[in-house]
């Protein structure tokens, strides 16, 4: 089946440092990645919704200064959380689908990366 | 706005079935989808059924979607300690190809032995 790598899976930073995120797609092209994140005991918050060759599209009330999104190529996509700070610890999750689906199919996850800034 | 309500926790003893919940707002969804968690990990996507089906069975998991009264369950049967996870519901964010999903706040299944 389709396969969302995710990398890395746990990083922990400074505070005022900036992390980046990739999520790829193996086996499939992907013009569309989503970003979510997930606080402890909480359900799925979608940030963003990535775009291949265009801007990202940014959910209500997420900054899109301080989570820069890129998708260069139908295979990645990354998160960078610049300045961080620990209220952006966080566990974050991208996925994506596969552009040869069919409308609305199910989307493929990755494993998440579990951010810790201290 | 578009919200999908889930119980919180559900605890079973192994060999039982389990029921997962699961209301939805939104009746443009097109589908509706079943998402599992184990500590740590990611979502592995269990299921989804499409908004003009009652019921989808795949081995020991089954479906049912009441589309009337915007309610969708998750049957396991026979449910094992390995199925001790968070089960999320998600829906299709209205009847257009965002690809965005709304989920539940998550049911944290426990199996006894």
């Known amino acids: 089946g389709a396969v969302v790598s995710q990398h890395p899976s746990r990083v922990i930073c400074k505070s005022g440092t900036s992390v980046k995120i990739e999520c790829r797609s193996l086996d499939f092209q992907a013009t569309t990645m989503f970003w979510y994140r997930q606080f402890p005991k909480q359900s799925l918050m979608l940030m963003a919704t990535?775009?291949?060759?265009?801007?990202?599209?940014?959910e209500q009330g997420v900054e899109k200064d301080k989570f820069l999104i890129n998708h260069a190529s139908l295979t990645l996509s990354t998160l960078t959380v610049t300045s961080a700070h620990p209220e952006d610890s966080s566990f974050y999750i991208c996925?994506?689908?596969?552009?040869?689906?069919?409308?609305?199919?199910?989307?493929?996850f990755g494993n998440g990366t579990r951010l810790t800034v201290t | 706005g578009e919200d999908v309500e889930q119980s919180l926790f559900l605890s079973v003893r192994e060999g039982d079935s389990s029921v997962i919940n699961c209301t939805y707002t939104d009746s443009s969804s097109t589908y509706l989808y079943w998402y599992k968690q184990e500590p740590g990990a990611g979502l592995q996507l269990l299921t989804y059924?499409?908004?003009?089906?009652d019921m989808k069975q795949d081995q020991r998991l089954t479906v049912l979607l009441n589309k009337k009264d915007k309610h969708l369950s998750l049957r396991i049967a026979d449910t094992q300690t390995g199925d001790s996870a968070i089960y999320f519901c998600?829906?299709?964010?209205?009847?257009?190809?965002?690809?965005?999903?709304?989920f539940g706040q998550g049911t944290t299944l426990q199996v006894k032995p």
């Open positions: 059924i499409f908004s003009n089906m």
């Open positions: 990535s775009n291949e060759g265009s801007k990202a599209t940014y």
């Open positions: 996925s994506a689908r596969d552009r040869q689906e069919i409308r609305n199919s199910p989307l493929h």
């Open positions: 998600a829906e299709s964010y209205g009847s257009s190809n965002t690809g965005k999903l709304i």
